[in-house]
């Protein structure tokens, strides 16, 4: 096997070529995804401004591949929820994560996102991982710029160990049946109060 | 423009319909009649008071004491500031007239009093709630009744959440896309239909 060089027809370039080169397509693929990360801003409060400094020249994301802002879902590949997500927002996320093609990952940046942090009241999701899946969970209120590379880095590691010949990985997981994205009793669960709110009862 | 009108003037004006009036942190405060405060808010603009600055209520932790609705008005010529309020029942059914003909600025404001105490402004050309969205049914999260939390488990609060069209908080014209006209409350649609809003 070999290439035909377009300025010298027949002749084929033997194997100590440069031009050549063998590794797996998980390798050479996933280098290709971990490095060209295109991320869908979808900032809510505070985090989207530390955000924006990760994005600006002090911290420059753009050393790592993910320059290029994806203002349309339908070029994105990672979702970025910087910060807390109201009931109201529930089904626009829900709709712009189903409107990303796959291969796409999420990161839900800051305590709210993650957790509804301290908005543990009557409007706010507990977790953004009760609508989509989520890859990385960055911890902190809100997180410094610093926190939320590391953790992009850490989903290109996550990604540089994913294999193109699983299929499941790569599945669309849709709302059930009845609705939801996770069982009731499981979002009941993990929406339990926790830390100071445990004293305020649902009833108060 | 005229110096607004003083306490005392407003007295004069309505006579007992003014049912308290007090000095609180150097603000003048007055309760008004509910039945006759679109006259007399009416009344103050015309006097002066040109400025709506906001509208919102007060419900006390007290069960005893009224739901309070709230007009903050400021006359923009001397920087005066008064604040009328009206007593409700909050066991009653809760309604005010509303004052959106007499400010434009209203509209909004009254649109979140209703959504987040249920006060029904009589004669809002379309009084529905603005930051909840359309098919939200927990009740008026302000209200000293409502939970903290809600009064559904998480699980129903967030299949709710999704199952509402977000396209359909949008106003008739607001739809280009009028696919959403489907998604909307029966008596909103009917309410579209006969173009009542922007006949303001």
Redesign the interface.
Known sequence: MGLTLPEAPGATVSSMSPNWMTTRVDAVINWGRANSLWPMPFGTACCAIEFMASAAARFDLSRFGMERMSFSPRQADLLICAGRLP??L???I??IWDQMPQPKWAISMGACASTGGIF????M??GID??IPVDVYVPGCPPRPEGLIYGITMLQKKVRGETLFDWNLRDERP?GP????LP??R??EI?E?FGNSVH????? | MSPAPDVPALRAKFGTAVTRHAVIAGDDIVWIAADRAREALAWLKAEGYGYLVDITAVEYRDPELPLEVVWMLRDLGTARDLRVKVALDPKAPLAVDSVVDLWRGADWLEREVYDMFGVTFRGHPDLRRL???ETYH?GH?LRKG?????HF??????????????EAHYSMEELSIAEAYDDLPQEMRERLARGERGNV
């Open positions: 009931f109201k529930a089904p626009v829900r709709k543990d009241t009557y409007a999701v507990q009760t609508i709302l009845e609705g939801l994205f009731a009793p979002i009941d929406s109060p305020q009862t649902r009833s108060a | 930051l909840m969205w927990e999260p409502f939970p903290l939390r809600g488990s998480r699980a129903e609060q967030t299949r709710q959440a999704l199952a509402a069209n977000p």
